[in-house]
């Protein structure tokens, strides 16, 4: 009763394996979602993974009214927020969409907490908002800019709880920037479990490894990188989850108010997309066909964090390696070829 967490989105790929950190840290949880990309399924299996029923509230973060009637029914101590739309090539398609979800979305939120007087939040903000980077490893204070739709979603809505925190000296306001989450529970009972074909390189390698796709197609062999192929700073999921839970132990143990404080969470090193396919055949003794492409318009060349915040602050840092990812990635894979369709 007394550290009751509102999870939005926890339906989803790191709100899902988010939930189990905060039950292991002794949390009570509610988690509140749409399932707009997300399925009962995953919550099913969450609830068999820590033995223990889980609240959910089917409910879209739009709804002030839905929204109300949740926080008047229960006592939060804070919301970890990450309910929002990530495709983003959809997001040049369909900006409008993504800004109403993702930045009027937590307007709304954010209004029906201020009015319950709950201002701790977690923010799932994305490496994203560094833009092209000019220095690497990329730290927190590194300039921001966007180009696409998602980018600038996540963008805004970063300025909105800077300002937010001007306003009001009550909020903290604990924004995460993921660099790549990849990987799965180590059970192999949930996972990152696209709806269409995969834009993003570890589930495209997994379904071409599980034989759902015929070839992965490497975007660019010709960046100013280690191999030529595009660099990223790839963080468990499991790391990931850890990290929340350190970011409200921290929280907790604050005796003033901490307003707007934006932490990269990655792992500090960066790797090549051909080094992460290569390390996946290996791990898995799956054969990875590949052919080289044009560069994917809107790639970077290099993206890899600065994680000395995390581990001053928060005491976190990446545990988990790149062949822990490729094998627990392969397990959720292939013990579900479909992922939670049956
Ligand atoms: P996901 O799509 O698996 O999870 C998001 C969840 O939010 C889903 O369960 C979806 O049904 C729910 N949702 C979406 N809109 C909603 C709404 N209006 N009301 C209620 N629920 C809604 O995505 P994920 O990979 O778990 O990402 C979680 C968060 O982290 C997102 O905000 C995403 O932008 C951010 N992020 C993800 C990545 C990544 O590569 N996965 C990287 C950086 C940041
Ligand atoms: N790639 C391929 N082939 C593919 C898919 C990707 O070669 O089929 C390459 C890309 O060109 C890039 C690298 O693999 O060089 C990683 O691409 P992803 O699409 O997996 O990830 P991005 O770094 O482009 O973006 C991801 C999320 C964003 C998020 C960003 C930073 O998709 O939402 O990480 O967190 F903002």
Redesign the pocket.
């Known amino acids: 009763m007394k550290n009751k967490i509102l999870v939005t989105g926890g339906a989803g790929y790191i709100g899902s394996h988010t939930c189990i950190a905060l039950h292991q840290a002794g949390y009570d949880i509610v988690i509140y979602d749409n399932l707009s990309n997300s399925s009962r399924e995953a919550i099913n299996r969450v609830s068999k993974l820590i033995c223990a029923p889980i609240e959910f509230i089917e409910g879209d973060i739009r709804d002030s009214d839905a929204l109300r009637q949740v926080f008047a029914e229960h006592q939060f101590i804070g919301v970890i927020h990450f309910a929002g739309l990530?495709a983003?090539g959809e997001s040049v398609a369909k900006p409008l969409m993504y800004y109403n979800n993702n930045v009027s979305g937590t307007i709304t939120l954010l209004e029906v907490m201020a009015e319950y007087k709950v201002k701790n939040f977690v923010f799932s903000s994305?490496?994203?908002v560094y833009g092209d980077p000019e220095i690497l490893p990329i730290d927190e204070n590194s300039p921001r800019s966007c180009t696409n739709p998602?980018?600038q979603s996540?963008l805004v809505v970063e300025h909105v709880l800077e300002d937010l925190a001007v306003s009001d000296s009550n909020w903290n306001l604990i924004t995460l920037?993921?660099?790549?989450?990849v990987g799965a529970h180590a059970s192999g009972q949930i996972g990152e479990d696209p709806n269409d074909i995969?834009?993003?390189?570890?589930p495209?390698i997994s379904q071409v490894a599980v034989g759902k796709l015929a070839k992965?197609?490497?975007?660019?062999n010709d960046y100013p990188t280690v191999d030529g192929?595009?660099?990223?700073d790839f963080i468990h999921v499991t790391d990931l989850a850890a990290g929340h839970v350190a970011a409200l132990k921290y929280l907790e143990q604050q005796t003033s108010n901490i307003g707007f404080m934006p932490i990269n969470l990655g792992s500090g090193t960066g790797s090549s997309?051909l080094e992460l396919v290569t390390a996946f055949a290996e791990v898995t003794g799956q054969n990875i066909p590949y052919q080289f492409?044009e560069?994917?318009a809107g790639?970077i060349a290099s993206?890899y964090a600065s994680a000395d915040k995390a581990q001053s602050l928060l005491g976190w840092q990446a545990q988990l390696s790149i062949t822990d990812m490729c094998q627990d990635t392969w397990r959720w894979q292939s013990m579900n070829p479909n992922g939670y369709k049956v």
Do not use: E, H, Q, W
């Open positions: 990530k983003v994305s490496a994203t998602y980018g996540k920037r993921y660099f790549n989450p995969p834009n993003n390189l570890m495209y992965l197609s490497i975007f660019g192929t595009g660099v990223r997309v492409a560069r994917r790639d993206c």
